[in-house]
């Protein structure tokens, strides 16, 4: 299973989209997607290729780390 | 037309046998400029008939804007799979190959209520306390 959909069952904080590419070319384009798969953070971070849990959740926790430095961003 | 073949349908019955609380899955279409939506509502519409668990709920992403809202969709073809509650869990695309499977996968997860993530990656999101948008890119295998 794809694991940012496991993060999103654990965390309330956390959504998770799995995105065809092929479909949504505007958003390869954008995120200048060159290999899959590839996980965008808060459309700022990301995460190359297929890498393991612990550096997954490592730079999922960076990235909601920068999110809180913003005070626009959030519930 | 089935998309698929009796032995296919009886291995996602199988597999969906292991379900414990009911699902929902919501589908967020449109008529024009969306080539795989018509493929998709047909799939999830096979898939659902294949537990009495499963249910199928089909907005039009133009017209049905309090739900757009509600689940903060903003493309199609857009599939939600929620359980006790939205648990923050969206395929958008057609989720064929490895993604139908795991697709599958949610549907049993969300349906526990749980993820069968280990105990010491899932401590490790105690802390978090702002919100984090993954979006995962892939391609058909």
Not at chain 2, 24 to 44: G, H, M, N, S, W
Not at chain 2, 123 to 129: F, I, M, Q, T, V
Request: proline share 6%; hydrophobic share 45%.
């Amino acid at each position: 299973m794809l694991l940012a959909h496991q993060l999103a069952i654990e965390s309330d904080w956390i959504t998770a989209d799995m995105i065809e590419a092929t479909e949504f070319p505007d958003l390869v384009r954008r995120y200048a997607v060159s290999g899959v798969p590839k996980t965008v953070i808060n459309e700022t971070l990301w995460i190359d290729g297929a890498v393991p849990k612990t550096e997954f959740i490592g730079r999922v926790l960076e990235g909601a780390a920068m999110a809180k430095e913003l005070p626009s961003v959030g519930p | 037309m089935r998309l698929f073949s009796e032995a296919e349908r009886q291995q996602i019955v199988d597999r969906l046998r292991d379900m414990r609380n009911p699902v929902k899955i919501v589908y967020f279409t449109q008529e024009l400029d969306c080539e795989a939506c018509p493929v998709v509502r047909e799939l999830l519409e096979d898939v659902v008939e294949l537990s009495d668990k499963l249910t199928l709920e089909i907005y039009n992403f133009h017209v049905d804007k309090d739900k757009v809202a509600q689940y903060r969709v903003d493309k199609t073809p857009a599939i939600i799979v929620e359980g006790a509650k939205d648990y923050g869990i969206r395929f958008y695309g057609l989720p064929a190959g490895f993604e139908f499977a795991a697709l599958l996968e949610d549907i049993l997860q969300v349906s526990q209520g749980r993820s069968n993530l280990q105990p010491e990656f899932v401590s490790r999101l105690a802390d978090l306390k702002s919100p984090v948008h993954l979006e995962v890119l892939v391609t058909p295998t």
